[in-house]
């Protein structure tokens, strides 16, 4: 399975979606680069998200909020306290894991050989272990499973410890009047701090949302599986601010929509799943997760919870500013508690993963037979909304007044949608090439083109051309790609 894994990586750095950091260098771990297609597919992706978020929700707004934050920021929210992973070292290989995972995948092989009550045992034990903070307990348990490091294959662990996954720098040039701040490691406390200057400029009524994309740092223990995990990411989270008591109706109404907009989005319903956690975070009351079938198994790409109102409770006392809304309709209800604290429904996914999921899902090879031949075809199965390109065009010859004509037709579309002129090798290697990268409209200029205006559209997923009118592209092209 992991071989397709391999197959999509070297995919999409052939092809101008991903490079790893700093290559020339040999790059930098669990750090990558969106090449020139990569940046198309991601803004693609995040400008639907964008559009679905805070367009067709008249009570969701944006915000831009900054990576660096007031330091008490970080107290308040519990990060700097406990935003940690439990790490351990094998001796022999010099190599760190993080304990809960070496864990999880013990489990998980439990669960492979068919011992469902053994790894479910396993994981509720860790649980326990891990919520008290039990961490030499949590090393026995690595150590009566016979949990080997995969690179030397021995137990010779050390201790476990807890490492804060905050990355922190100084501000400030002068020494005395530097302080230590922090890269956020989620977008989400930016809307908090501004939920009244939100809710009071826009004149917001709970229940409103507020939606931010940005990027997000974490120094993680174990980076793999490509751009799975990276220590610098994007998130875009949506946190949904209710009144007490209305949480769990607005917890399941996200939970649905936010399944449905990656089935919108070309995403395969039986690839997608629902994974409820078993161990809450300290400042949830729900928390699931949307997971999507990866080539390395099912795993989270979006965490619908339920945060209560912790993280405003906890600003409000660390900054001594009420944080409290007054909901007038409650009050004309002649309901006494009107002034709260709102309850916190957030929607948190990762551009990254979004990403990941979206090429794992479209990266197609398919066994075609042309005359006589059979052979493979490999092409990226996008929806046309998420396409780098959304269509070439393509003069058959290199003379005859066929490049300007193309030309033309490239100047008409361009305003509207990201189109390629390319005019080198033989139309079949540009068909090919054009598959490679998912775009999903051929338009081919040719000689019957200068006498009745009428151009040949292949189809990218049934190779099948049917011949238009130029002046039919611009609607034909636009259907596909809208969302
Ligand atoms: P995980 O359990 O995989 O570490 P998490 O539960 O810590 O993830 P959240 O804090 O809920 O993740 O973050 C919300 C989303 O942000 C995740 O669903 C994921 O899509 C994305 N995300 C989190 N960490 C990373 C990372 N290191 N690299 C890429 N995306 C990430």
Same mark, same amino acid.
């Given at each position: 399975?992991?071989?397709?894994?391999?197959?999509?990586?070297?995919?999409?750095?052939?092809?101008?979606?991903?490079?790893?950091?700093?290559?020339?260098?040999?790059?930098?771990?669990?750090?990558?680069?969106?090449?020139?297609?990569?940046?198309?597919?991601?803004?693609?992706?995040?400008?639907?998200?964008?559009?679905?978020?805070?367009?067709?929700?008249?009570?969701?707004?944006?915000?831009?909020?900054?990576?660096?934050?007031?330091?008490?920021?970080?107290?308040?929210?519990?990060?700097?306290?406990?935003?940690?992973?439990?790490?351990?070292?094998?001796?022999?290989?010099?190599?760190?894991?993080?304990?809960?995972?070496?864990?999880?995948?013990?489990?998980?092989?439990?669960?492979?050989?068919?011992?469902?009550?053994?790894?479910?045992?396993?994981?509720?034990?860790?649980?326990?272990?891990?919520?008290?903070?039990?961490?030499?307990?949590?090393?026995?348990?690595?150590?009566?499973?016979?949990?080997?490091?995969?690179?030397?294959?021995?137990?010779?662990?050390?201790?476990?410890?807890?490492?804060?996954?905050?990355?922190?720098?100084?501000?400030?040039?002068?020494?005395?009047?530097?302080?230590?701040?922090?890269?956020?490691?989620?977008?989400?406390?930016?809307?908090?701090?501004?939920?009244?200057?939100?809710?009071?400029?826009?004149?917001?009524?709970?229940?409103?949302?507020?939606?931010?994309?940005?990027?997000?740092?974490?120094?993680?223990?174990?980076?793999?599986?490509?751009?799975?995990?990276?220590?610098?990411?994007?998130?875009?989270?949506?946190?949904?601010?209710?009144?007490?008591?209305?949480?769990?109706?607005?917890?399941?109404?996200?939970?649905?929509?936010?399944?449905?907009?990656?089935?919108?989005?070309?995403?395969?319903?039986?690839?997608?799943?629902?994974?409820?956690?078993?161990?809450?975070?300290?400042?949830?009351?729900?928390?699931?997760?949307?997971?999507?079938?990866?080539?390395?198994?099912?795993?989270?790409? &979006? $965490?619908?919870?339920?945060? =209560?109102?912790?993280? *405003?409770?906890? !600003?409000?006392? /660390?900054?001594?500013? +009420?944080?409290?809304?007054?909901?007038?309709?409650?009050?004309?209800?002649?309901?006494?508690?009107?002034?709260?604290?709102?309850?916190?429904?957030?929607?948190?996914?990762?551009?990254?993963?979004?990403?990941?999921?979206?090429?794992?899902?479209?990266?197609?090879?398919?066994?075609?037979? &042309? $005359?006589?031949?059979?052979? =493979?075809?490999?092409? *990226?199965?996008? !929806?046309?909304? /998420?396409?780098?390109? +959304?269509?070439?065009?393509?003069?058959?010859?290199?003379?005859?007044?066929?490049?300007?004509?193309?030309?033309?037709?490239?100047?008409?579309?361009?305003?509207?949608?990201?189109?390629?002129?390319?005019?080198?090798?033989?139309?079949?290697?540009?068909?090919?090439?054009?598959?490679?990268?998912?775009?999903?409209?051929?338009?081919?200029?040719?000689?019957?083109?200068?006498?009745?205006?009428?151009?040949?559209?292949?189809?990218?997923?049934?190779?099948?051309?049917?011949?238009?009118?130029?002046?039919?592209?611009?609607?034909?092209?636009?259907?596909?790609?809208?969302?």
């Amino acid at each position: 399975e992991n071989a397709q894994l391999k197959d999509i990586i070297s995919h999409a750095k052939e092809y101008g979606f991903v490079f790893p950091s700093s290559e020339i260098y040999d790059g930098l771990q669990a750090v990558y680069d969106y090449g020139q297609m990569g940046v198309e597919l991601k803004n693609n992706l995040k400008n639907l998200w964008w559009k679905s978020m805070t367009q067709l929700h008249q009570n969701v707004v944006g915000i831009d909020a900054s990576i660096f934050m007031h330091p008490l920021t970080w107290k308040a929210s519990g990060h700097i306290d406990s935003f940690n992973d439990p790490m351990i070292d094998n001796k022999d290989s010099k190599k760190r894991y993080r304990a809960d995972v070496l864990i999880e995948e013990k489990a998980a092989q439990y669960e492979a050989d068919g011992h469902y009550d053994k790894a479910s045992e396993l994981l509720v034990e860790m649980g326990k272990l891990l919520g008290a903070e039990e961490l030499d307990a949590v090393r026995d348990l690595i150590i009566r499973e016979n949990i080997k490091c995969p690179i030397s294959g021995t137990t010779n662990w050390t201790e476990v410890r807890q490492f804060n996954l905050m990355f922190s720098t100084q501000v400030g040039s002068v020494a005395e009047d530097s302080s230590t701040i922090y890269l956020r490691p989620e977008t989400a406390q930016g809307i908090f701090v501004n939920f009244l200057n939100v809710q009071k400029t826009g004149r917001m009524k709970v229940p409103f949302g507020i939606a931010q994309i940005g990027k997000a740092f974490r120094n993680e223990i174990v980076a793999r599986q490509f751009i799975f995990r990276m220590r610098e990411f994007e998130q875009m989270e949506m946190q949904f601010f209710v009144r007490p008591g209305t949480e769990m109706e607005w917890y399941n109404t996200w939970k649905e929509n936010r399944k449905k907009w990656h089935e919108a989005i070309g995403i395969p319903a039986d690839s997608l799943r629902y994974h409820d956690h078993e161990k809450l975070a300290h400042y949830a009351n729900a928390a699931v997760d949307i997971e999507f079938k990866f080539p390395f198994g099912f795993k989270e790409v &979006e $965490g619908i919870h339920s945060r =209560t109102d912790f993280d *405003l409770t906890q !600003h409000q006392e /660390l900054s001594r500013k +009420k944080l409290q809304y007054f909901d007038n309709d409650l009050n004309e209800e002649g309901k006494p508690y009107g002034n709260y604290i709102p309850y916190v429904v957030e929607t948190s996914v990762g551009a990254d993963r979004l990403f990941l999921m979206t090429l794992c899902s479209a990266y197609t090879v398919e066994e075609i037979t &042309e $005359g006589e031949q059979t052979k =493979t075809r490999t092409f *990226l199965k996008l !929806h046309p909304a /998420l396409a780098p390109v +959304k269509a070439a065009i393509l003069p058959l010859t290199k003379k005859d007044g066929l490049p300007e004509k193309a030309t033309e037709i490239f100047d008409s579309l361009k305003y509207d949608f990201k189109t390629i002129y390319e005019e080198r090798d033989s139309i079949g290697k540009r068909y090919t090439r054009q598959d490679l990268i998912g775009t999903p409209f051929c338009i081919a200029v040719d000689h019957q083109t200068l006498e009745d205006n009428t151009v040949t559209v292949r189809d990218r997923d049934s190779r099948e051309q049917v011949r238009m009118p130029i002046s039919e592209l611009h609607s034909y092209i636009d259907k596909a790609v809208n969302f």
